[in-house]
C-alpha cells in the first residue's frame, strides 16, 4: 500500500511538516516523487517511521536515529525488544514511585512517621527495577549473575547519606556535562578532568574497586548504546560523548 503525505501524516500523527524536514536530513525519503512534486511512502518507509518514533519516544536525537537505522548492521527486531525492555523499565519505575507516593500519603493521613530509610529504600528499589528492565539481561549477559547480583546489593546497602550523595553526584554530573557543552569546553580540559573523577567518585560509591580500563569501557556504552546516550543527551546533545571522550583521557 502506498500513502501520500498528506495521507501519512494522518495515519502517524506525525506532521506534514516534520516529513519533509526528515526527507531533507535524509531521516525518512519517500519512496517515490511524483513528477508533480507529492511525495508517496511505501511499506518500508511506513515501518521506518515507525521505527523513528520508537526511539523519538526515548528522547534520542535525530541525527543519532538516522545513524542507528542506517548502519548496515541495524537489527530491526532486536531494536524493538531493546525499546519493549526500556518502556517496561519506565513502567516499572513509575509503578514503583506511585507506591512511594502512595505509602507516604498513607502515612500524613494516619499521622504515622515514615523513617528516613523507609523514604528512600522505595526510591532505591526503583533504581534497581529499572535498570534491571532495561539492562539487567546484558548485563548478566556480558558481567555475570554475580558481578551484577553484587552491584545490586551495593546499592541496596547505601546508608540514606550515601544514596543522597549517589544521587546528588549524578545530577552534578549532568548538570556540568550540560554547560561544558554549551560552552564548547574539551573534554581534554581541565572541566573534563573534574567531570571524570566525580563520575569515578559516582561508580565506586557503593564500595566497588575503580577499575580505569572498566572505567573507560563503561564509558565507550555511553555512546554505543542509543539508551545511554539519550539519557545523557535529553537536554543538551553531545554530553555522552563529551563524557566517553573525557574519561578515556583522565581514567587513570
Known amino acids: 500500500m502506498e500513502y501520500s503525505i498528506q495521507e501519512?501524516?494522518?495515519?502517524?500523527?506525525?506532521?506534514?511538516?516534520?516529513?519533509?524536514?526528515?526527507?531533507?536530513?535524509?531521516?525518512?525519503?519517500?519512496?517515490?516523487?511524483?513528477?508533480?512534486?507529492?511525495?508517496?511512502?511505501?511499506?518500508?518507509?511506513?515501518?521506518?517511521?515507525?521505527?523513528?518514533?520508537?526511539?523519538?519516544?526515548?528522547?534520542?536525537?535525530?541525527?543519532?536515529?538516522?545513524?542507528?537505522l542506517d548502519d548496515p548492521s541495524f537489527d530491526r527486531t532486536a531494536a524493538l525488544r531493546s525499546h519493549l525492555a526500556a518502556l517496561e523499565g519506565e513502567r516499572a519505575r513509575l509503578d514503583a514511585l506511585i507506591r512511594s507516593v502512595r505509602d507516604t500519603?498513607?502515612?500524613?493521613?494516619?499521622?504515622?512517621?515514615?523513617?528516613?530509610?523507609?523514604?528512600?529504600?522505595a526510591l532505591k528499589q526503583q533504581v534497581l527495577t529499572r535498570y534491571e528492565q532495561v539492562y539487567g539481561k546484558e548485563a548478566r549477559e556480558k558481567y555475570g549473575d554475580d558481578m551484577v547480583g553484587a552491584a545490586q546489593s551495593a546499592l541496596r546497602n547505601l546508608t540514606v547519606e550515601q544514596y543522597r550523595e549517589w544521587t546528588g553526584l549524578g545530577q552534578e554530573?549532568?548538570?556540568?556535562?550540560?554547560?561544558?557543552?554549551?560552552?564548547?569546553?574539551?573534554?581534554?580540559?581541565?572541566?573534563?578532568?573534574?567531570?571524570?573523577?566525580?563520575?569515578?567518585?559516582?561508580?565506586?560509591?557503593?564500595?566497588?574497586?575503580?577499575e580505569p580500563d572498566k572505567h573507560r569501557g563503561i564509558a565507550e556504552l555511553y555512546v554505543d548504546d542509543p539508551r545511554f546516550t539519550a539519557y545523557y543527551d535529553k537536554?543538551?546533545?553531545?554530553?555522552?560523548r563529551f563524557l566517553r571522550d573525557a574519561v578515556v583521557c583522565w581514567a587513570k
Not at 11 to 26: E, F, K, N, P
Not at 41 to 59: S, T
Open 105 to 121: 500519603i498513607r502515612c500524613e493521613e494516619r499521622k504515622e512517621i515514615m523513617s528516613d530509610e523507609q523514604k528512600f529504600e
Open 173 to 210: 554530573i549532568q548538570a556540568r556535562l550540560e554547560a561544558a557543552v554549551r560552552a564548547g569546553l574539551s573534554p581534554e580540559g581541565e572541566e573534563g578532568e573534574a567531570i571524570t573523577a566525580l563520575h569515578r567518585r559516582w561508580l565506586t560509591i557503593t564500595g566497588n574497586r575503580y
Open 8 to 68: 501519512l501524516s494522518r495515519l502517524s500523527g506525525v506532521t506534514t511538516r516534520a516529513l519533509r524536514w526528515y526527507d531533507h536530513i535524509g531521516l525518512l525519503k519517500p519512496s517515490r516523487v511524483a513528477e508533480s512534486g507529492y511525495r508517496y511512502y511505501g511499506p518500508a518507509e511506513v515501518d521506518r517511521l515507525q521505527d523513528i518514533l520508537f526511539y523519538r519516544a526515548l528522547g534520542v536525537e535525530l541525527a543519532r536515529i538516522r545513524e542507528c
Open 235 to 240: 537536554a543538551v546533545p553531545g554530553c555522552a
